[in-house]
C-alpha cells in the first residue's frame, strides 16, 4: 500500500491545478463547512460551488478528475449527492 503521508501529494500531481484547488475547498468543506449534520469527510455540492465560484460545468469536470485520482467519490444521486473523501485520503489527512 502507498505511504498515506505521499498518498494525496502523489494523487494529486495526477491533476489540474484548478482540480487541486477544488480539492482543497472540498477537505475544508467536508470538515468545517455550514451545513450540519453530516458524516465526517463529506460535503454537499451547493456549498462546495457556494465557496469556490466554479460554474456548474466545470465544476464536475474537476469533481471527475478527483474521483478517476481516487480522492473522493460521489455518492447518492443530484440534486441530494454527498462528495466523501476516499477512506485513503481521510487517512492521509488524519496522518498530516
Known amino acids: 500500500m502507498e505511504n ?3 498518498f ?3 494523487r494529486l500531481l495526477r491533476v489540474s491545478i484548478p482540480a487541486r484547488k ?3 475547498v472540498i477537505v ?3 470538515y468545517h463547512g455550514p451545513l450540519r449534520p453530516k458524516p465526517e469527510g463529506t460535503a454537499t455540492p451547493p456549498e462546495i460551488l457556494e465557496a ?3 460554474d456548474v ?3 464536475y469536470t474537476l469533481l471527475d478528475m478527483l474521483t478517476q485520482a481516487g480522492l473522493i467519490g460521489l455518492s447518492s444521486s443530484y440534486p441530494f449527492e454527498e462528495i466523501r ?3 485513503e485520503a481521510k487517512d ?5
Not at 492521509?92 to 498530516?96: M, N, W
Request: negative net charge; hydrophobic residues 40%; proline residues 8%.
Open 52 to 54: 469556490c465560484g466554479l
Open 57 to 59: 460545468g466545470e465544476f
Open 28 to 30: 475544508r468543506e467536508a
Open 4 to 6: 498515506p503521508a505521499s
Open 8 to 10: 494525496i501529494s502523489d
Open 92 to 96: 492521509a489527512l488524519r496522518d498530516a
Open 22 to 24: 477544488l480539492f482543497d
Open 85 to 87: 473523501l476516499t477512506p
